[in-house]
C-alpha cells in the first residue's frame, strides 16, 4: 500500500501506469509523486526480451556457430491456412544467414473462434 500525501497527509491516490512506471496524484490536494513498479523478476524477463528481439542482434545460435544477424519478416496475408491455425505472428525476427526465427509474444496474435464460427484476431498481450 502506498503512504499517505506528504502534503496533505490524505491516503486517496489516482494511479496511473505508464511504461512501468506508476504516477500517482494525490486527489485532494494534487501532489504528485511517481516509482518504479516493476518488481524485479519483471525486470529482468524484460531485458532479456529486449536483448534478445531487436533488428540487427546477432543470431546467437551457438549450436549453428552462427553470425548472421536478425531481420524483421512480416506476412499480413490472410490465408484459410493461416486461419486455421490458433495464432499467428505480426512480425517475427528472422536470421539472414542460418534462417532461425525468432518469436515475441508481443507481436502475436489468437484467433479466437465465436459459436457461429467467425474467427476474430485478439492480441496475445496488450
Ligand atoms: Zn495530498
Ligand atoms: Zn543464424
Not at 524485479?40 to 532479456?48: D, G, Y
Not at 536470421?95 to 465465436?114: M, R, S, V
Amino acid at each position: 500500500m502506498m503512504r499517505p500525501c506528504e502534503k496533505c497527509l490524505k491516503n486517496s491516490w489516482a494511479f496511473k501506469v505508464n511504461d512501468g512506471v506508476v504516477h500517482a496524484t494525490c486527489d485532494n490536494c494534487g501532489n504528485s509523486v511517481e516509482f518504479k513498479a516493476r518488481d524485479k523478476a519483471e525486470n529482468k524477463k524484460e531485458i532479456r526480451k529486449k536483448r534478445f528481439f531487436q533488428e540487427g542482434d546477432k543470431c546467437g545460435r551457438r549450436d549453428r556457430d552462427c553470425s548472421g544477424t536478425l531481420h524483421w519478416k512480416e506476412d499480413n496475408e490472410i490465408t484459410a491456412k493461416r486461419l486455421e491455425k490458433s495464432y499467428h505472428y505480426e512480425k517475427w525476427l528472422k536470421c539472414n544467414k542460418c534462417g532461425a526465427t525468432f518469436f515475441d509474444n508481443k507481436y502475436k496474435i489468437l484467433h479466437e473462434t465465436d459459436s457461429n464460427g467467425s474467427i476474430r484476431f485478439r492480441k496475445a498481450i496488450n
